[in-house]
């Protein structure tokens, strides 16, 4: 979602995943500016994903201001262009055939096709096919014109008491947003087509999380249970020093993908940029752009190069075959948990991990500290020490 400074005509997108982009359109009234804003939300939520990580603000600006500038039929050939691959041929309204006449079916292959590879690998692992025509079946949703306003908020309430996985714990509020966003895109590429009126159809329909409720709450490892993973990982090299490589940085597995051989310089790792805080970024927020401290752990894993045989998404796989409960983001939750624990600043925690404040570290990992110290204040504090001096310095 963009934001927009009427006083300087400034559009800002943090949308997580991609770069950030800025940029500035002339001020010529509210209205103007606020076409703009919307525009620029049409076009980036459609846009394929590998265009979207090249395009410079300048293009978009100029895309922006040229779609704003065309009436509803200009609009549609013009996105229908720019997001549709030329060697791809898609059925296009010309306005002839009646509104809603369209399957739900239609449309969603059409969403489909106007993905690229990487994106169908989302998709199909994220089961959104299988989940949306549940949804669709289930409330008798057959074309386009079923499509209304109260469709959102019944695919928030069916969403959040539905459950895919063995797991029988709560629907998490993430997990909902991913597919109202999906539904989203679904309702403005309807609408290019000329099968629905309005493409922002749930523009304003958010997805409230609340703790107990919707806000999933994820255990760290307990000492236990790191040292026994990393035991049992070791008949394979490549998984095990994964595993403990995000547990000594705390980075997101996908940004393993941003690490290279050469990402060691100067006793720091320099992850998504050579500079902190630049907007040329490939993390989940400008944030993400940071240099994490080495230790010796470190520097052995980089010299076994393992950490570069796999894909990260073959770790993920065996974590959830092999191992019932631990997932990849369970162990950054443990490296948050093991430093807070060890008495580390809470400042450093926060910005080793990405976080864009501190305050989001102490509502995701402060709750966990209070449990954690049945065997006493000082005891837990010097048992998590000695377990991040292994983990760092001691063991290889």
Known sequence: ????????????????????????????????????KTAHETIMVLLPKERRQTITPQEVKQ??????????????EFIRGLIIPPTITLPYNSGVEKLGTHSLRELFELWKKSKNAEDLQDVEHFGCERLFFDFFNDYELKTTNDLKLSTAYDFINWRSQK????????????????????LKQLAKLAALQGWIHNGNLWGSVKVKAVVGKNKKVVEPLSIEEQKTL??????????????????????RLGELNAIKPDSLKNNIISLHGD???????????????????????????????????TTTNAFRLVLGRYYKGIHPHRLRHTFAV????AQTPLQMVSYQMGHAGTSITTDLY??????????GFEETIKERKELLKWLEEDYF
């Not at 895309?63 to 549609?76: F, T």
């Not at 049992?232 to 490589?245: P, R, W």
């Not at 989940?284 to 393992?306: D, Q, Y």
């Not at 402060?366 to 065997?375: D, L, M, Q, V, Y």
């Open 275 to 309: 500079f902190v805080g630049n907007i040329k970024t490939t993390g989940k927020t400008s944030s993400a752009n940071r240099n994490l401290p080495i230790c010796p752990t470190l520097v052995k894993l980089f010299e076994r190069g393992n950490i570069f045989k």
């Open 366 to 375: 402060g709750k966990f500290e209070p449990k954690h110290f049945k065997a």
């Open 338 to 341: 093991n430093k807070l624990l």
């Open 163 to 182: 459950r895919y996985s063995k797991h029988k714990g709560i629907v998490s509020a993430s997990t909902i947003k991913k597919g109202l966003d999906i």
């Open 63 to 76: 895309i922006v201001i040229q779609y704003v500038s065309l009436d509803e039929e200009g609009k549609k």
């Open 1 to 36: 979602m963009a934001c927009l400074v009427e006083k300087t005509g400034l559009i800002r997108d943090k949308t997580r995943g991609y770069k950030e982009i800025s940029y500035a359109v002339p001020k010529l009234n509210k209205t103007f500016l606020r076409l703009c």
């Open 230 to 251: 990393l035991k049992n990982l070791e008949t394979n090299k490549s998984y095990h020093d994964i595993a403990l490589f995000l547990l000594i940085t705390g980075i």
